[in-house]
């Protein structure tokens, strides 16, 4: 846990016992929003080494664009479009970097495997369907489609 996170959760301590003196009700509802606080900074260092990386197909069809949209730096990232029988590697990508890949000819359909690992050597794989009318990154479309939307 970081200083500052330290000097958060410390601070909203002791205005909790400070509330305990004046209210037991009031200190119990400040206690509630210290272990909100706790379990918020708990799941930022559970997510700080995260890469993640999407494939998407350009406007045009022509171009590949590899996106890492996670917390950490993605090494060894590998490509391969399925039915295509292409493949490509990019060495890293640090988070909000991209890198484009030019195809030969213009793709209707098809799906990309990206096989990518972060820092410490974990390996992670993932799978987009990509196609030329759909091409182009939705910004307002969910990370986990819970309503089927598609």
């Known amino acids: 846990m970081e ?5 958060v959760l ?3 301590a002791l205005i909790t016992l400070g509330l305990l003196f004046i209210e037991p009700i009031f200190a119990l509802i400040a206690l509630v929003f ?3 606080l706790l379990m918020s900074f708990h799941i930022m260092g559970d997510t700080a080494n995260y890469p993640l990386v999407i494939a998407e197909l350009s406007e045009n069809a022509r171009e590949i664009t590899v996106i890492n949209t996670g917390t950490a730096r993605a090494q060894k990232i590998h490509v391969a479009l399925v039915p295509l029988d292409i ?3 990019v060495a890293s990508l640090d988070p909000d970097e991209k890198s484009r890949f030019s ?14 690992e972060n820092a410490e050597g974990r390996e992670f794989r993932r799978s987009y369907s990509i196609t030329a009318l759909g091409a182009g990154r939705d910004p307002t479309e969910p990370l986990i489609p819970i309503f089927g939307r598609r």
């Not at 200083?3 to 000097?7: G, L």
């Not at 195809?103 to 990518?116: G, I, Q």
């Open 34 to 36: 210290v272990i909100v």
């Open 87 to 89: 493949e490509f590697e």
């Open 103 to 116: 195809l030969a000819s213009m793709v209707s359909e098809a799906k990309a495997v990206v096989t990518y």
């Open 3 to 7: 200083k500052n996170q330290k000097i």
């Open 10 to 12: 410390a601070t909203a």
